[in-house]
């Protein structure tokens, strides 16, 4: 009778240190590399250094100024919000601002909480990327010397994921650019247990509840963040009142797959979304090829620089088909 009360006591004692190490792993899993930035972004522009405050946290960013020659008539700047994936920062982002200042863009880009040099949380997550962006947009509107109705998302990785999920909560923008976007946010979190050197299973059947629970987001909640349903509800063309969304992968990416966009674009009605294939090696390689910035700056010219005259067009358009009704 002893050996066998003494075998209970055993195992559930083995299987408390069991939960217990996997809950760690949880947390670990949940806690994103915080790389420093440099002092001063290393560009051939005007920039400053922008501060503001994201659901009660300290966000630090830095806005880049394009030439004074390429400002728009009306003396305000288009602008491009730029969103860091899991584990980066601002600074390892600045490898897309030379060719969108240069093309006349001014540049927004800020280190997500628990990123960089902005205030840790205690449970970042997908959602915390969406919140993100969505304050970052509406900060970068209110910037002197920027054109308020002409923004858009360049999206990196799960900042990019971000920036779709934030279509489905009402962020108002021109375009949506994706670069090495997952789709799926189960695919992120097993690239992350493989980069932290943990086992991929159990723990990517696991630690979803563990980020859920840390993180407060309910079951719902997550159900929620799909990206094909997102982007059948809220892009397209801008004429019918959705946001243009360009979706970039590379063929050579390893630790995201192109294979989720491939299905994705299967999936998807034509007309969607527009996408791109480049064929670098790496993760954060793309905007390396040509071709990546032969088809984002017309992309975004003509999505963003020409968004005030297509409203307009637009508007006149509604206006004489009531005139007719």
Not at 103 to 128: K, Q, T
Not at 135 to 152: K, N, S, T, W, Y
Request: aromatic share 8%; with cysteine.
């Amino acid at each position: 009778m002893k050996a066998t009360l003494g075998g209970v006591v055993g195992f559930i004692i083995i299987g408390a240190l069991l939960a217990w190490l996997v809950w760690q792993m949880g947390v670990r899993s949940q806690r994103p590399r915080k790389l420093p930035n440099l002092d001063a972004p290393d560009v051939s522009t005007e920039w400053g250094p922008v501060t503001f405050m994201s659901h009660g946290s300290k966000v630090e960013g830095w806005l880049l100024q394009p030439a004074a020659h390429a400002e728009s008539k009306e003396g305000k700047l288009p602008i491009i919000v730029i969103a860091h994936g899991w584990g980066s920062n601002r600074t390892r982002v600045l490898r897309y601002a030379h060719s969108l200042y240069q093309a006349g863009f001014a540049v927004f880009m800020y280190d997500a909480r628990s990123h960089g040099d902005s205030d840790s949380i205690h449970a970042p997550s997908a959602l915390m990327f969406r919140d993100d962006v969505m304050v970052a947009v509406e900060v970068a509107r209110h910037l002197p010397g920027i054109d308020a109705q002409r923004i858009a998302v360049l999206g990196h990785s799960l900042g990019g994921f971000g920036a779709l999920l934030a279509l489905e909560s009402g962020m108002d923008v021109k375009a949506v650019v994706t670069d090495s976007m997952p789709v799926h946010f189960e695919t992120m979190l097993k690239s992350e247990l493989r980069r932290k050197k943990l086992p991929v299973f159990p723990l990517a059947y696991v630690i979803p509840m563990i980020w859920l629970i840390r993180s407060g987001i309910s079951r719902a909640q997550f159900k929620a963040a799909n990206i094909p349903l997102i982007l059948e509800k809220y892009a397209g063309r801008a004429e019918a009142g959705l946001t243009p969304v360009l979706m970039v992968h590379s063929n050579g990416d390893e630790f995201i797959s192109v294979k989720e966009l491939r299905e994705l674009k299967e999936q998807l009605p034509e007309g969607i979304i527009d996408t791109l294939f480049v064929s670098t090696s790496g993760h954060s390689t793309s905007e390396q090829e040509p071709a990546f910035w032969e088809r984002v700056i017309p992309f975004l010219q003509e999505q963003v620089v020409n968004a005030v005259g297509k409203k307009e067009a637009c508007g006149t358009r509604l206006q004489a088909t009531r005139e007719n009704i």
